[in-house]
């Protein structure tokens, strides 16, 4: 079985193993899919996707709902197969289960998920001897499910049963059941269980922390957005109070408004992210973090940033904050998945900042920057397709699945990336030539010495590309490694030394 092992597992097999060793060799084990087989729902993630391929599906929900679960589950289960061997499974559920099995116990999946999700879980696993599941008129859940458990069971002569299940649903069947597995959030109903005379043996589970939710947020790519204080530097207003402020709060939202697109790629992309050797492991693909709690987060994230930006930064900053979400959405569903134009977004994404860093302070930004930006960061965005296909180059064509590229590509791509790069160092020596810096700049020669030492990190990024070291995201990457940071360090050393020296305090 080919699907992502989950962090519990050693944990898990112990606790199951450490239950009572005498149960009936023939007594029937009935088993939860969501929550407690899988570390997910696969109706939220199938109603996700399904809206994604169909925004009208939106519209038909209340009438589907009207009709019942049931009805719901049949039009969205018909509209998204599910990937069996993708899902995060409880690892170490599955081989106790396969065990018992073995031992001679029958194991069946008892589900409210559609039969058509159902059955290919229970096909692809091969540990188990039925399947109970919804379909299109009858919703298994709690009491509908017990009494399917009872018919199965009756029909096969048995009087007893254990049951494994995760949620509040689950309680008449555990109250029902021999031995009651409590899995993960399930654990809450021990006590009342336990009094009502019912064996009870606890599972712990992962489930999404603090820390985990903060990893969905990804704050390691807030700093993408320190080019918003780029005009405000540039302009040598150093000490307006009033500019730098506005800076810092359109820093923050620009942070807030990124991670909450962040969380909703993450979910609109959980399929192709369980396909990729890395990103399976981000928080909603591995099932830490639920659909809903996705939703939750994302809006409280989106309602932040109107509220920062309505009560400190401008009407015109809001129009480009908005802009900018409305093209990271279309980026997340539609234009990453177009070769080219994807990189071309990312790049405007980039120089988008520089602009409403400008707008948020009233400060011009420079044509000649946003063509330096439009360059350099193409060029980087060139490098982040092109170590990700790297990575790709031993595996399938599918393997790029949610990506517009081949790992063939990767020819054109090494061509074209440093090539931006070399434009952009092009770009930054014309204007450091242009007659509005030799005004500005008295003494220019420390700016001349920044275009070698750009040129020089833009050639070691491809190299590193080339060699396949260098992460997935370039500038992620900068952040951490050590040499570019010193660079950094030395063109803004450059740079205040220009400065400082053009007015005389050198």
């Known amino acids: 079985m080919e699907s992502q092992a989950q962090p519990d597992a050693a944990s898990l097999r112990l606790q199951i193993s450490s239950g009572a060793s005498s149960v009936e060799t023939d007594r029937p084990i009935f088993v939860d ?36 679960l049931a009805t719901l589950k049949q039009h969205v289960a018909e509209v998204e197969p599910v990937d069996a061997s993708r899902l995060p499974y409880r690892e170490s559920l599955v081989a106790h289960l396969m065990a018992e099995r073995a031992r001679g116990r029958p194991v069946i999946l008892a589900t409210a998920s559609h039969e058509l999700w159902a059955k290919p879980v229970a096909e692809y696993l091969g540990c188990f001897d039925g399947v109970i599941a919804s379909d299109a008129t009858h919703n298994r859940k709690s009491s509908a ?81 320190i080019l918003i204080f780029a005009p405000m530097l540039l302009s040598h207003v150093f000490a307006d109070a009033s500019k730098l402020f506005a800076s810092a709060a359109a820093f923050v939202a620009f942070s807030l408004c990124a991670s909450a697109v962040y969380v909703l790629n993450d979910l609109l992309d959980i399929d192709n992210d369980r396909r990729h050797p890395t990103k399976r492991k981000r928080p909603l693909a591995a ?82 920057l946003l063509t330096l930006s439009v360059f350099l960061f193409t060029s980087l965005a060139f490098a982040k397709r092109y170590s990700e296909l790297g990575r790709l180059e031993t595996e399938s064509a599918e393997a790029a699945s949610g990506r517009g590229y081949l790992v063939s590509d990767i020819s054109i791509i090494e061509t074209l990336g440093p090539t931006c790069g070399y434009l952009a160092v092009l770009v930054m020596a014309l204007y450091i030539n242009s007659d509005w810096v030799k005004r500005v700049y008295a003494v220019n020669w420390p700016l001349w010495l920044m275009c070698p030492l750009l040129m020089y990190w833009i050639t070691r990024v491809w190299f590193l590309a080339k060699r396949k070291i260098l992460s997935e995201d370039p500038v992620i990457f900068a952040i951490k490694d050590n040499v570019s940071r010193a660079i950094a360090l030395m063109v803004g050393a450059l740079f205040i030394i220009s400065v400082a020296a053009s007015k005389g305090y050198l």
């Open 33 to 68: 899919l969501d929550g407690t087989l899988i570390a997910t729902d696969l109706l939220h993630e199938g109603y996700v996707r399904a809206v994604r391929r169909d925004p009208g599906i939106l519209w038909k929900t209340p009438g589907w709902i009207s009709q019942g």
């Open 145 to 225: 499910k017990l009494e399917a458990i009872r018919e199965w069971c009756a029909q096969h002569g048995h009087k007893e049963f254990d049951y494994f299940g995760d949620s509040s649903a689950d309680r008449k069947i555990w109250t029902a059941s021999k031995v009651a597995y409590l899995v993960g959030s399930g654990t809450r109903f021990r006590k009342e269980l336990t009094q009502q005379g019912i064996e009870c043996q606890e599972i712990a589970v992962r489930t999404g922390s603090l820390k985990t939710y903060i990893k969905a947020l990804r704050p390691h790519q807030w700093a993408k957005n």
């Open 287 to 368: 099932g830490l973090i639920s659909v809903p709690s996705a939703l939750v987060l994302a809006g409280g994230l989106l309602a932040t940033t109107v509220a920062i930006t309505a009560t400190c930064l401008s009407g015109a900053f809001a129009i480009a904050l908005g802009v900018y979400f409305a093209v990271t959405s279309a980026y997340s569903v539609w234009l990453k998945r177009l070769p080219l134009v994807d990189v071309f977004c990312l790049a405007g994404l980039y120089t988008s900042r520089l602009i409403a860093g400008g707008i948020a302070t009233e400060t011009p930004v420079s044509e000649w």
